[in-house]
């Protein structure tokens, strides 16, 4: 059976991001519950220099994907960027004010 891919992470300010794990994929465990401690990141809309060193190829920092990406950055990066105002996120990964964009 094929695990369900989260849809893309969009923030605030339109950073865009995949944020995968399950079996197979690039993630701590690598099973298909989690939660999960290190995840997958894909095809980020601009570079992010807190995952460099996860990068699979720096020379093309939005067209490769992030391994083992610990789950804290996931949240930096949303912050960062505003809140996340679509997508998902695998299991272990946190919402809380900073991460979450609500409407006023």
Not at 20 to 27: E, R, V
Not at 36 to 62: A, L, N
């Amino acid at each position: 059976m094929f695990k369900k891919r989260n849809k893309q992470v969009v923030c605030a300010d339109g950073f865009r991001m995949s944020v995968q794990a399950g079996d197979g994929m690039y993630c701590t465990p690598r099973d298909d519950y989690g939660p999960y401690s290190e995840v997958e990141i894909g095809y980020p809309s601009e570079r992010e220099e807190c995952i460099m060193p996860y990068c699979e190829d720096p020379t093309q920092p939005t067209d490769t994907v992030y391994a083992y990406v610990p789950t804290q950055f996931v949240t930096y990066i949303i912050a960062k960027h505003g809140g996340m105002v679509s997508g998902g996120l695998p299991n272990g990964i946190f919402m809380n004010k900073f991460t979450a964009k609500h409407e006023e």
